[in-house]
């Protein structure tokens, strides 16, 4: 399994991975990774939405910068995931020019 705290590793991982999106909606909107959930950091903390995730997979975990995922994906390990905060987040995986889009399939943005 490739190492899912790096962009790199996320990028190489494909559909071994669940991966949660813990942004606001409005940094969603702006620009995300196709096959992504999203589950704002307020929801992950209430409980809320994760009901979607398998437990018997991997989680990764990522937001703009890396700090909100790291809050979330220590609450999915105590609530029994096996999580991986993404460091560098959004703002990374831009810069190493892996693709993203918004809702209506134009290039995404950080926002």
Not at 45 to 57: H, N
Not at 78 to 83: K, L
Not at 94 to 108: I, L, R, V
Request: hydrophobic share 40%.
């Amino acid at each position: 399994m490739a190492d899912l705290s790096t962009v790199e590793g996320l990028h190489e991982s494909g559909d071994d991975v669940q991966l949660v999106d813990c942004r606001e909606q409005y940094e969603w909107d702006a620009g995300r990774i196709q096959g992504a959930l999203h589950i704002p950091l307020n929801d992950v903390m209430a409980g809320v939405g994760t009901d979607v995730l398998d437990l018997a997979k991997p989680v990764a975990v990522i937001c703009r910068s890396g700090n909100r995922s790291e809050l979330a994906a220590t609450m999915l390990q105590a609530r029994g995931y096996d999580a991986t905060n993404v460091e560098g987040g959004m703002e990374e995986w831009a810069s190493a020019g892996y693709e993203f889009s918004a809702p209506d399939g134009s290039p995404g943005r950080v926002a």
